[in-house]
């Protein structure tokens, strides 16, 4: 009987599939963080580059503080990051030196596995960022083939692909990403091997499948028959949908094929309880199955990336474009050259879709992500571009002005000072001022916060009654302790 290890993407990849992105805050994950700890998984995937900008923009929260609560709440489980390797927070070519501060914070706060996946396979890329990842304290790095479907995307280019990763010594091993939950069990079960054929070190082990068109819970059994012996899932309510495989049955499905899993399900059960109250709490959406939808397979666009910009129309006005806009990116990712449909190029295609359908014209006004996708920031496009595609951002102001890859710290430091932490200067460098403003502002003012600190309060009174009213954001709280003179006077 084979052991089959899971690794839980419930607070990154189910919240960003889910939930725009934006559900989870730092008080849900210390709640479920002790839960989680006790299940078992390989891995719980703690964060992106996208989670800790939303824990500042949408939450004035301290993403550092987020990571360390679940370092700490979480002792005996691995935390995970992904990457893509060339952007960080910001959706255009990040600097080294700031990638470099990124990765060395990364493990500083807790985090020490790292997916790696290019979503361009620019594989030379992926290798340097995992020497990087290596070089300043990460674990274990875990370098990705990213599945798709278009013309170009054939076997022999996934396997091509994966080969160049195996002389790397630090990567640790290889994964399948499929963002958009194209695999199928009969896609899987001849893919893998054919690309374990081409690695002499390293061995793909692990697979990351959305359950978008219904079918991932299938196909991760599949992957399993053929060796794959890692399984991302997720806990409901941030399972199904545009998410991942509900872990619950999941792990019942492994079992009844034969494997192993050796995890804690009333621990899984507990924290998925949590997960849904705090869903019904804050009224955020729950999971269900998909039904299988061969349109999918035309847009490719993953769940996250819908439910993101589901959320951005209806944040102007223009909630009702949304279809149109999905059908629109279906033409624009031709046009590009068939780059793979997933962060950040699924948020280019569907951004420049947006301006196309609310323009009124196709590529009229074309966003600076797109010239920097067809000026070559992120290597070489798998297809022929569309030359008028092409003529019109090589003629904007934008294609001359060459990304600033020579930043340094100590430009950084000139910039914002001297003084700041490691952590803030990060987020100044790459945030917009304001927000990140806005999150220093807000630290010790939270609900949470305010109660901790009258508990502590109320716990070192004085002999006698002890009355505090709290008021904050239109709610009361009237906190009363007695305390006896003997109490009193042996504390």
Known sequence: MKDVQLVDVSLRDGNQSLWGATGVTTRMVR????????????????????????AVRYHREDPWERLRTARDLMPNTQLGFLTTGKRFITFYRTPDAIFELAFRLLARNGVTRLWVIDPMHDMDGAKR???????????????GVCYTTSPVH?????????AELDDCPEIDSVYLKDPAGLLTPERVSHLVPTLQARLDRLRVD??????????SPLTVLAAADVGVDT?????PPLANGGSHPPGPRLVKNLHARGYRTHVDVEAMADASAYLMRQARI??????????????YYRHTIPGGVQSTTRRQLAEIGKADLFDAVIEESVQVREDLGWPIVMTPFAQYIVTQ????????????????????????DFGPLPGPVDQDLMDRAMATSRATQAPDQDITIEDLRRRFGHTLSDEELLLRAVMPANQVDAMIAARGTGRASTLATALAGMAGARPGRTTIDLTQDGTSLTLTRDVPADQGAAS
């Not at 479920?32 to 580059?49: F, N």
């Not at 054939?154 to 994966?162: C, G, H, R, S």
């Not at 399984?231 to 806990?235: E, F, G, V, W, Y």
């Not at 359908?357 to 996708?373: A, K």
């Open 129 to 143: 960022t995992a020497a990087l990842a290596k070089r300043v304290g990460f674990e274990e790095v875990v370098g």
């Open 282 to 295: 804050k009224g955020l959406p729950i999971g269900t199955p998909n039904e299988y939808d061969e349109e």
């Open 154 to 162: 054939t076997d022999d280019y996934f396997a091509d692909k994966v």
């Open 231 to 235: 399984i991302h899932c997720a806990l």
């Open 353 to 376: 879709a947006t301006l196309n359908v609310i323009g009124g014209e196709r590529y009229r006004q074309l966003s600076d992500e797109v010239v920097d996708l067809l000026r070559g």
């Open 31 to 54: 709640g479920v963080a002790p839960l989680l700890d006790r299940v078992g998984y390989r891995t719980v995937e703690i964060a992106s580059s996208t989670m800790l900008a939303t």
């Open 206 to 215: 692990e697979i990351h499948s959305h359950t978008t068109t219904g079918i």
